[in-house]
């Protein structure tokens, strides 16, 4: 028999299961999107020194130009960074916030937390010039603290759950000759060492540090080499070699960047597991230096931001030249890329083959955990 009243009630629980369903649907895509934490130096940090009495900061116009906010926010980039596009990619609704933000408390802890600092190295004497950074060992020590914030969160359990389900990215290396080794004609660190001897020591030092942060629980690590080093802007402008990239520097990035994905590889036989995942940036970011149209960039050489010749002296200020049109060029300022550029390694970095990933892509790996 029809019954409206009865039609009414089933309809009322239908939508009460519903909204139940939808409800639960929410909760676990929260609880789905891990963690993300990021270490390293400035192509990564997303405001951290700000905090800090240093002088390597993106605190000014016109950094943050094309940022949703179109206000500098410490990233170095016209807009969006390479881990803000991962935690879009990987599917976070946050950023995670730097480290040092008085914002990052509570609930925001659980997104993660980004520990980078520009200026840093590998070695605790890269970027002296800048005073009052972050170094290496500091962001390890940050993210042991971070642990124990959390714990008094969620408890022991749940946070080193959440450690080892993470996604980790680091990206350092490429101070340690820009903003060392050959920071002046003849540095402490040049007369120590040659070069050769020098790359063995860096990637002998990263491994300590990649091995303590698989012994705070990190199961998830994406390593990144350096970029082509000699063909940034600034190194144009100071070293380029006739009108090409600078030989010295893009010999370091050759010398280094196979060596690091040789020591990740013999890491992850030494643990067991594939826990350490190898970005070949130097190659990612050589397609669209040597090919800037096939990408859609006008010039792979000149900097939006900055001055001299290729834009690549000094720093990016309210009073440098300034491009129009970000999209069209390679690199923001004289040492780092534009938001387009991000975009374009972060795609190699969640697709890309192994030319680009070893032992694989980041999506790929994702979809095994």
Known sequence: MYSPSAMNTSHYFSWMILGLVLALGTVASSVEARAFFVFGDSLVDSGNNNFLATTARADAPPYGIDYPTRRPTGRFSNGLNIPDIISEQIGQSEHPLPYLSPELTGQKLLVGANFASAGIGILNDTGIQFLNIIRMFRQLDYFEEYQHRVTALIGAQQTRRLVNQALLLITVGGNDFVNNYYLVPVSARSRQFSLPDYVKYLIAEYKKLLKRLHKLGARRVLVTGTGPLGCVPAELAMRGTNGGCSAELQRAAAL????????????????????????????????????????????????????????????????????????????WDPFHPSEKANR?????????????MSPMNLSSIMALD
């Open 256 to 331: 280094y960047n196979p060596q690091l994905v040789e020591m990740i590889k013999e890491l992850n036989r030494e643990i067991g597991k594939t826990v350490f995942i190898a970005a070949n940036t130097q190659q990612m970011h050589m397609d669209f230096i040597s090919d800037p149209q096939a990408y859609g960039f006008t010039t792979s050489k000149v900097a939006c931001c900055g001055q001299g010749p290729y834009n690549g002296i000094g720093l990016c200020t309210a009073s440098s030249n300034l491009c129009p049109n970000r999209d069209l060029y390679a690199f």
């Open 344 to 356: 374009i390694i972060v795609q190699q970095i969640m697709s890309g083959s192994t030319n680009y």
